[in-house]
């Protein structure tokens, strides 16, 4: 009898827990080849064991976990998660890195509980940006209810709360008891990144026969975001007709000054990196761009850069820096 009431309250239980969680193992879209399907279920599985010892869980659809009304979070994506796993070889070691990654951002809520979001001068110092591509964005839902703006092309520039424990975006929802414009928090965001400290130094290398002046700015979490003010933050970066940039991923910048006594410095610079910028941005968990920008008077312009079948790399300057080069005494 005993065990026949087990196997009752067994069959119960399961009964509930379909109904009340809609668990798809679907690995979400642009993942497929990063993670097999079993190790998608591992991780979802274990997710959902560190996840619903707090919040209540409604429904998990393509890497994303969406909780119940009233909860510190609506939806909790996976995305970043899947990178910090696979790149585990180990996989007895996830449990670790599932643990680790959302207390974290646990941490992070409480953190966010202690103070008055309504006071805008206890949240100043804690605004800061962060720049992400935009199939990064895409791939966590969208910027739909966040405070973004567009400062390279193929990427967004993302208001965020720089807490102790974690990177998290702020939301128009929450910005909008400050009666602050976007612009004014953005402006107050780079002054924080101003104040941040970087790494940075200037090299000579020889690239096709020619010495060349390489600048580098490094910083494991805001290198990309400290260059957006790049006439602020490094003037002395800044050459005569602007700056030609490589921003690979969030940690680094590599930087040629352009000017009338090094016109074409850039073209050297954009061939002797291309291929190293481009495999910073393949392998980093935090890619900016695969692109060179010019920096000149506080906007960034792609430079054209196309290469050959027999690998060579092809530089077209941008229009505006092509009239300043020839109309230049």
């Known amino acids: 009898m005993r065990i026949k009431l087990f196997a009752l309250l067994v069959f119960m239980l399961t009964g509930i827990h379909s109904k009340s969680q809609s668990i798809s193992y679907t690995i979400p879209n642009g993942y497929e080849e990063n993670i097999s399907k079993g190790d998608y279920k591992k991780l979802v599985d274990l997710s959902i064991a560190v996840i619903s010892k707090r919040y209540a869980i409604d429904e998990v659809q393509e890497g994303s976990i969406r909780l119940k009304p009233n909860e510190d979070f609506s939806?909790?994506?996976?995305?970043?998660?899947?990178?910090k796993c696979v790149a585990v070889s180990d996989k007895a070691q996830w449990v670790t890195v599932i643990n680790n990654h959302f207390n974290s951002m646990f941490s992070s809520a409480q953190e966010q509980k202690?103070?008055?979001?309504?006071?805008?001068?206890?949240?100043r110092k804690k605004l800061s940006v962060r720049v992400y591509t935009e199939a990064t964005m895409l791939l966590r839902g969208g910027i739909d209810g966040f405070i973004v703006r567009k400062d390279l092309e193929g990427t967004y520039t993302v208001l965020m709360l720089d807490l102790?424990?974690?990177?998290?975006?702020?939301?128009?929802?929450?910005?909008?008891?400050?009666?602050?414009?976007?612009?004014?928090?953005?402006?107050?965001?780079?002054?924080?990144?101003k104040e941040v400290s970087v790494e940075k130094k200037t090299q000579t290398f020889k690239v096709n026969g020619k010495e060349l002046e390489v600048s580098f700015i490094v910083n494991e979490d805001y290198a990309a975001s400290f260059v957006?003010?790049?006439e602020h933050n490094a003037p002395e970066m800044v050459g005569e007709w602007g700056t030609v940039i490589s921003i690979p991923n969030k940690g680094i910048a590599a930087l040629c000054k352009v000017s009338k006594s090094?016109?074409?410095?850039?073209?050297?610079?954009?061939?002797g990196l291309y291929s190293t910028a481009?495999?910073?941005y393949t392998k980093s968990d935090y890619p900016v761009s695969k692109q060179f920008f010019w920096y000149y008077k506080g906007r960034f312009t792609p430079?054209?850069?196309t290469t050959g079948a027999n690998g060579s790399v092809n530089v077209i300057a941008p229009v505006e820096l092509s009239k300043l080069m020839t109309t230049s005494d």
Do not use: M
């Open 303 to 305: 430079v054209n850069v």
């Open 278 to 280: 481009e495999n910073y």
């Open 228 to 230: 957006l003010d790049l």
């Open 164 to 193: 102790p424990s974690a990177f998290t975006p702020v939301s128009e929802q929450s910005a909008s008891i400050w009666h602050k414009t976007n612009q004014d928090l953005f402006d107050v965001a780079l002054h924080n990144i």
């Open 262 to 271: 090094h016109p074409v410095d850039f073209v050297n610079f954009i061939q």
């Open 114 to 123: 202690q103070f008055n979001p309504a006071d805008f001068a206890s949240i």
């Open 75 to 83: 939806i909790i994506n996976l995305h970043n998660l899947i990178g």
